[in-house]
């Protein structure tokens, strides 16, 4: 069974500091994996994706993560946040030969302080 | 803006009632799945529609059913509530193999269910 955990559920962070949110997944098959952020009240939006080729995915609002096999990590980074970045990040993956069910970590809240 | 839209955004039911939710895809995805987010987790998958037909199903007991229509909008049904019920059930849809890009799931905003 595939599983995807966020092994952190609270990551508070300063303004301007980088962050860096962990994802592990285990899966004995290929996987794509993506990280979706949640904002108050509201439903999940597309950060990144990896679906194959380069390890390293560059996302939306300067975010990126790195795909690494070995470690069967999908890592997301942002080198310095701004306050509205507060939100919950989610981390997800789907096996790619069975369909299109995504599998969910339990989130990650960041809370970017002033 | 992801161009799914559900309906409604809130609902309170008491337990025992039935609910139907709706999701709008965006145009030109054919496939459809909900999910259900309880507070302070991560979505769980309910199932999937492809051109109508349910094409997977997670752990969720029968009373969880659905439809998807020819112009691929869809309804999630719910019957005899409990109090467990009470999430948020999201629909995401994805576009056909024929766009390239099955596997990106776009969601809506959700609507957020309450059962008393």
């Known amino acids: 069974a595939q599983s995807v955990t966020q092994l952190d559920s609270q990551v508070p962070v300063f303004e301007e500091a980088p962050v860096e949110l962990r994802c592990n997944y285990s899966s004995s098959v290929s996987v794509y994996l993506f990280w979706y952020v949640q904002y108050p009240n509201q439903g999940l939006q597309l950060l990144l994706k990896?679906?194959?080729?380069?390890?390293l995915v560059k996302g939306i609002n300067g975010f990126e993560a790195e795909f690494n096999k070995s470690q069967t990590s999908f890592h997301l980074r942002k080198p310095s946040v701004h306050i509205s970045d507060t939100a919950e990040y989610f981390c997800?993956?789907?096996?790619?030969?069975?369909?299109?069910?995504?599998?969910f970590g339990g989130g990650t809240r960041v809370l970017v302080k002033p | 803006e992801t161009g799914v839209t559900q309906s409604p955004t809130h609902l309170i039911k008491t337990r025992g009632q039935q609910v139907t939710l709706r999701c709008s895809s965006q145009s030109g995805h054919n496939t459809v799945s909900w999910y259900q987010q309880a507070l302070g987790q991560g979505p769980q998958f309910i199932f999937q529609?492809?051109?109508?037909?349910?094409?997977g199903r997670g752990n969720f007991p029968p009373r969880f059913s659905g439809l998807q229509f020819p112009n691929y909008s869809s309804e999630l049904n719910v019957n005899a509530l409990e109090l467990d019920d009470s999430a948020l059930y999201l629909c995401?849809?994805?576009?056909?193999?024929?766009?390239?890009?099955?596997?990106?799931?776009?969601f809506g905003a959700g609507t957020r269910l309450s059962v008393l």
């Open positions: 997800a993956a789907l096996i790619k030969a069975a369909g299109n069910k995504l599998t």
């Open positions: 995401a849809s994805s576009p056909g193999l024929a766009l390239g890009r099955p596997h990106i799931q776009y």
């Open positions: 529609y492809y051109r109508e037909e349910e094409n």
């Open positions: 990896y679906l194959s080729g380069s390890t």
